[in-house]
C-alpha cells in the first residue's frame, strides 16, 4: 500500500493491482502482457539497480538473437555476518565464473530474477509455455528465472551476461532462510536440466561440459566424502588422501580467485567447503529424492 500511494500518480509508472496474491510467475504474466516497450526489465522487490543498468543491458539487446540479458548480482547486506559475506563471493563466482564462461558461448543457463532484460516479443511467443509449466502433474511456482531462460534458449535466442550491470539484493542473514532457499534452487536445478539437456546438442560442446560437470560434480563430491566415512569407521584410519585433495582443490580455487578479483577476502571463501559438504551436498540429495 505505502509503495502504491507514493507511485500510483506518477505518470512513469502504470501499476497493476492483482485481487489476490497470485504468486510471482503469474504477476509477472500480467505485467508483460499489459505493457508495450521492447524490452522488459525484470526487478525482485529486495534488489536495488545501479542508476546505470537499463543503459549497460540495452547495448546487448540491440542484437535481434538475444533473447536475453542479466546483470551482475552482489548482495546489498554483505556486512551482516559471516554468512552473507560468504554468499556476497558465492554470487561473484556464480557471476563471474558460471555465467561470464557460459555467456563466452551464447547461453548464459539461468539469467537470475533480480537483474535481467528479456525481449518482449519473445516473451510473449513464450508465455502461454511459462504460465503452464507442470512436473509429474503438479504446477510448477518456483525457479521461474531459470525456467524462462530454458524457454528462451529452446525457441533459438541467445542469453547473455553484462557484468557491468550491477544489482544488490538482500541475500539470507542466517542458515535456515539460506538452506530454504538453496533447497528451491536445487529442486529448480534438478528439475530444469532434465529440460535443459535436450537442448545441449543444439550449443557449444562446453556448455555439455560445464551441464554435465554442475550436477556431476556435487555426486562425486559427495560419493568422496561418504568413502571417506566409510574408510575411518571401517578401518579407524583416517582418510588423508581425501581431505589433502579437496582442501589442495579448495585453495588453489579460492587463490585463483582472490587474484582474479584482486580482493584478498576470497580466500576466506575455503570456509563455505564446510557449508557445501556438511549441509547443501545433503539438501541437494534431499531435493532430487523431493522434486
Request: proline content about 5%; hydrophobic content about 45%; aromatic content about 8%.
Amino acid at each position: 500500500r505505502p509503495v502504491h500511494e507514493a507511485f500510483a500518480r506518477d505518470p512513469r509508472f502504470n501499476i497493476i493491482l492483482l485481487p489476490h496474491n497470485v504468486g510471482k510467475r503469474k504477476a509477472q504474466i500480467a505485467a508483460i502482457r499489459r505493457s508495450a516497450g521492447d524490452f522488459v526489465l525484470n526487478v525482485d522487490s529486495d534488489t536495488i539497480l545501479a542508476s546505470d543498468v537499463i543503459t549497460k543491458l540495452v547495448p546487448k539487446m540491440q542484437d535481434p538473437a538475444v533473447g536475453a540479458a542479466m546483470g551482475q548480482l552482489t548482495a546489498s547486506n554483505r556486512s551482516d555476518s559471516w554468512l552473507t559475506r560468504l554468499i556476497d563471493m558465492e554470487y561473484w563466482l556464480a557471476c563471474n565464473e558460471e555465467r561470464a564462461a557460459q555467456a563466452r558461448f551464447g547461453a548464459v543457463m539461468c539469467c537470475c530474477g533480480p537483474c535481467a532484460m528479456y525481449r518482449r516479443s519473445a516473451l510473449v511467443m513464450l508465455l502461454d509455455q511459462y504460465e503452464s509449466q507442470y512436473f509429474r502433474g503438479k504446477p510448477s511456482d518456483f525457479g521461474e528465472d531459470r525456467h524462462l531462460t530454458i524457454l528462451m534458449l529452446k525457441a533459438g535466442f541467445r542469453t547473455e551476461y553484462v557484468p557491468s550491470a550491477i544489482a544488490a539484493t538482500v541475500v539470507p542473514n542466517r542458515l535456515g532462510p539460506y538452506l530454504r532457499q538453496q533447497l528451491r534452487w536445487a529442486r529448480s536445478t534438478f528439475r530444469d536440466t532434465l529440460l535443459g539437456l535436450r537442448l545441449l546438442p543444439g550449443l557449444n560442446r562446453f556448455l555439455t561440459l560445464d551441464v554435465v560437470g554442475q550436477n556431476l560434480g556435487p555426486l562425486l563430491l559427495a560419493l568422496s566424502v561418504l568413502t571417506a566415512l566409510a574408510q575411518l569407521a571401517l578401518t579407524g584410519t583416517a582418510p588423508w588422501w581425501t581431505g589433502l585433495m579437496i582442501v589442495g582443490m579448495t585453495m588453489i580455487r579460492c587463490t585463483v580467485v582472490a587474484f582474479r578479483a584482486r580482493q584478498l577476502r576470497f580466500l576466506g571463501f575455503s570456509l563455505h567447503t564446510f557449508i557445501n559438504i556438511f549441509l547443501l551436498l545433503p539438501l541437494k540429495a534431499y531435493a532430487l529424492c523431493t522434486l
